[in-house]
């Protein structure tokens, strides 16, 4: 299908136009649709989950409105109908949230498939809320991000920007993460592997499931939850705020690496410790 565009002002996401200014089709199978611009506020139909998944939905930078409220989200799913991929092409379904103020909360799932597979965020001075349903693979470069607790991410990709990943009752965890730059707070486990490029990861995280942490750069503020495997290449360890007794079972740490906390007697036990040269401070 062409790429339709929502009307200059519009409010509703109801109605939506071709290029030639030809009423478009809107939420259906496979639609492309684009919020172009506007400072509005977007509060109308914008539950669509009844209707077929759609194949990706972009918002510019020239919006800087609202989409959807707490109460009332957008509520979607877009997908291409088959495994998720992490892409942005045409033939993955994504969401694009690259607007330059205001806010968007997504519910993204629909009666089937009940996932989104990307969602692609780039939006300076604006906010993400992602209040439910599944997202295969998460990008965050700016803005912020706040992943309630009903959402599932199942892998993470953080090259900028700010999130706080909410804690789950019954917890869905996510599968890998993986962080070159900006500040993540982590609420939730990695049971396969968390690996820090660059940018603050935030872990504190209280319940019982534990993964591998790989430490190249950066800083791993690590306040709460157990780690399984822990390798710090480079970068910072810190655990000067740690407010729970911790596990690693096993730590091995290389010279360029830089640890911060009490190394005996503090709040984190090392059951199998390596140490190759790295520094204390």
Request: proline share 3%; net charge neutral; with cysteine.
């Amino acid at each position: 299908m062409a790429q339709e565009y929502l009307p200059s002002g519009a409010t509703t996401l109801a109605s939506w136009l071709l290029a030639s200014g030809a009423a478009g089709s809107g939420f259906a199978a496979g639609c492309q649709l684009l919020i172009p611009d506007g400072t509005q506020n977007i509060v109308t139909a914008v539950d669509q989950s009844a209707v077929a998944y759609g194949l990706s939905f972009e918002v510019a930078r020239l919006f800087s409105g609202n989409i959807g409220t707490a109460a009332s989200p957008l509520r979607y799913a877009w997908s291409d109908g088959s495994a998720a991929e992490k892409s942005s092409g045409n033939t993955e379904g994504y969401f694009k949230y690259f607007a330059g103020g205001g806010s968007c909360y997504l519910y993204c799932t629909n009666a089937a498939p009940t996932t989104t597979d990307n969602i692609f965020q780039n939006s300076p001075g604006a906010k993400l809320f992602l209040t439910n349903g599944t997202v295969s693979f998460m990008h965050i470069e700016n803005g912020l991000l706040d992943v309630n607790t009903n959402c599932v991410i199942t892998n993470f990709d953080g090259y900028g920007g700010s999130s706080t990943i909410d804690v789950q009752a019954t917890p869905t965890n996510i599968t890998n993460m993986t962080v070159w730059g900006g500040v993540h707070t982590l609420k939730r486990a990695v049971t396969g592997t968390l690996t820090i490029n660059g940018g603050t990861v935030i872990y504190d995280y209280e319940l019982a499931v534990a993964g591998t942490v790989a430490i190249n750069g950066g800083t791993f503020d690590h306040r709460a939850g157990p780690i399984t495997t822990l390798n710090h290449n480079a970068g910072i360890h810190d655990t000067t705020r740690m407010r729970r007794l911790s596990t690693v079972t096993t730590c091995t740490r290389k010279p360029n690496s830089v640890y911060r906390g009490t190394r005996v007697g503090g709040p984190l036990t090392i059951t199998n410790d390596y140490n190759i040269g790295f520094i204390t401070l």
